[in-house]
């Protein structure tokens, strides 16, 4: 069974710049989580979709959104990118459905803003 | 809103010691997770606890959740060279289908 697959898996884009990232869960998988991780934050929860629902969101700004497909693949997009938001990108999918379970990373997209 | 604080931020053995790292939830948690980070890696899920009061062992780590369901553990007997990384804990952040991790513990082991 295939894992997580994210892509790209390197990026760089200058400030202004936005930038979309790719996530296909496991198969039979229909939650998508997006965190952000950068080494002095840790791994910030950005948002969660099941069945092309945001079921929530972190605490980041309107400049961050993404989106589910009827397939369950998600896309994560940044806009106006500012330096602060390099960071590697992480998607987790989940079987869940009512409630938390275990979630599967994929390798991450390393995004670099100059 | 809920947070997760682990500690040791960081973790320094020989080869042999003993490691254990700490999480503690600022409100009640339906479950805990634990995950691993290799260097240069994505966080890999190591196990779930749920029941107030768990233990459960995986050959040398053993996990648990406090009775209040507020405070967790990991605890690494006779540590290795292959157990270097990052470990974080995970809870559910309330409102549900959000999992808030901990800021995890790099743990590096000296051979």
């Known amino acids: 069974k295939a894992g997580v697959t994210q892509t790209p898996r390197y990026l760089i884009k200058t400030r202004g710049q936005q930038v979309t990232l790719s996530c296909s869960p496991i198969?039979?998988?229909?939650?998508v989580s997006w965190y952000q991780q950068t080494p002095g934050q840790g791994l910030q929860f950005l948002f969660e979709y099941f069945s092309e629902t945001q079921r929530n969101k972190g605490n980041f700004p309107g400049r961050f959104s993404g989106r589910q497909f009827s397939n369950s693949r998600s896309e994560m997009n940044v806009s106006t990118l500012e330096l602060g938001d390099s960071a590697l990108y992480l998607c987790?999918?989940?079987?869940?459905?009512?409630?938390?379970?275990?979630?599967?990373f994929g390798e991450g997209s390393r995004l670099t803003v100059l | 809103g809920q947070q997760v604080m682990q500690i040791p931020q960081y973790q320094h053995v020989q080869e042999g010691e003993d490691f254990t790292t700490y999480c503690n939830s600022s409100t009640t948690l339906s479950n805990i997770q634990w995950y691993k980070q290799r260097p240069g890696g994505h966080p890999v899920f190591l196990i779930q606890l749920v029941k107030s009061g768990e233990v459960k062992k995986q050959k040398r780590l053993t996990f648990q959740f406090g009775e209040a369901k507020k405070n967790s553990s990991l605890h690494i007997t006779a540590t290795q060279t292959t157990d270097v990384g990052t470990y974080f804990c995970?809870?559910?952040?309330?409102?549900?289908?959000?999992?808030?991790f901990g800021a995890g513990t790099r743990l590096f082991v000296k051979a």
């Open positions: 995970a809870g559910d952040g309330g409102g549900g289908f959000k999992t808030i």
């Open positions: 987790a999918s989940s079987l869940r459905g009512d409630r938390t379970g275990e979630l599967f």
């Open positions: 198969s039979g998988h229909r939650s």
